[in-house]
C-alpha cells in the first residue's frame, strides 16, 4: 500500500469514528395475534390483502386529508363485517405499527400499538389515550387538540396516529365497506 491510499484509508476511518451516533430503540408490544385478540376477542376473520387503485387512494387523501401512501392494506374480515387492518404511521423520525379494529358501522373498535422505534413520546401506548379513538368513525376529520388530547413530548406521534385514524376510517368508509 502505497503512502496516499494509507493516508486517504486512515482518513475514512477516522471520519468514520467522528460521525454522531444515535441509539436504535423499538419495542415491540404486542404480536398481531395478540392485538386481534384484545381488540375483537375470539371472532373468527380471515385474512384478506386490498390492493387501492390511484383514484381510491386520491379520494381517500382528500376525505381524510391524510395522504395515503401504500396501496396495499393488510387486513384481516370477519363474517358480520369487522375489519381488522395493520397499519404504519410515522412518528417523529420512525415507523409505529399499528392494529386498529372498524366495526360493519364504520366506527374504531379499538386500537393497538404494535412497534414503537422512538427514543420517546411512547405515551400513546397509554390506554386512556387510545381509548378517545373508540366509537369515532368518518363522519368529521379528527384534530389534535380538538377532539383528540395531544401529549406534550409525543405531539408527532399523537398527530400521525390521529391522521392513521382519519385515513383508516375514510378507507373503511370508500373501500372496505363494499367488500
Given at each position: ?16 469514528l467522528m460521525l454522531p451516533s444515535f441509539p436504535?430503540?423499538a419495542k415491540t408490544y404486542l404480536s398481531v ?121 409525543a405531539t408527532l406521534s399523537c398527530r400521525h ?19
Amino acid at each position: 500500500m502505497n503512502r496516499r491510499s494509507f493516508v486517504k484509508a486512515l482518513s475514512i476511518g477516522t471520519a468514520g469514528l467522528m460521525l454522531p451516533s444515535f441509539p436504535l430503540y423499538a419495542k415491540t408490544y404486542l404480536s398481531v395475534e395478540q392485538a386481534q385478540n384484545l381488540i375483537w376477542g375470539d371472532l373468527v376473520m380471515e385474512p384478506v390483502t386490498v390492493e387501492l387503485t390511484k383514484e381510491q387512494m386520491r379520494s381517500i387523501a382528500a376525505a381524510s386529508d391524510v395522504r395515503v401512501r401504500y396501496n396495499t392494506i393488510k387486513a384481516w374480515k370477519s363474517a358480520e363485517g369487522h375489519w381488522y387492518i395493520l397499519d404504519q404511521v410515522i412518528g417523529k423520525h420512525e415507523n409505529i405499527d399499528l392494529a386498529v379494529g372498524i366495526d360493519n358501522q364504520g366506527e374504531v373498535k379499538g386500537i393497538e400499538v404494535l412497534t414503537y422505534r422512538e427514543t420517546y413520546g411512547d405515551e400513546i401506548m397509554n390506554p386512556k389515550w387510545r381509548a378517545q379513538f373508540h366509537g369515532r368513525d368518518n363522519s368529521e376529520i379528527l384534530r389534535l387538540d380538538k377532539q383528540i388530547k395531544n401529549i406534550s413530548g409525543a405531539t408527532l406521534s399523537c398527530r400521525h396516529v390521529t391522521d392513521g385514524i382519519n385515513r383508516l376510517t375514510h378507507t373503511w368508509s370508500q373501500v372496505l365497506s363494499q367488500l
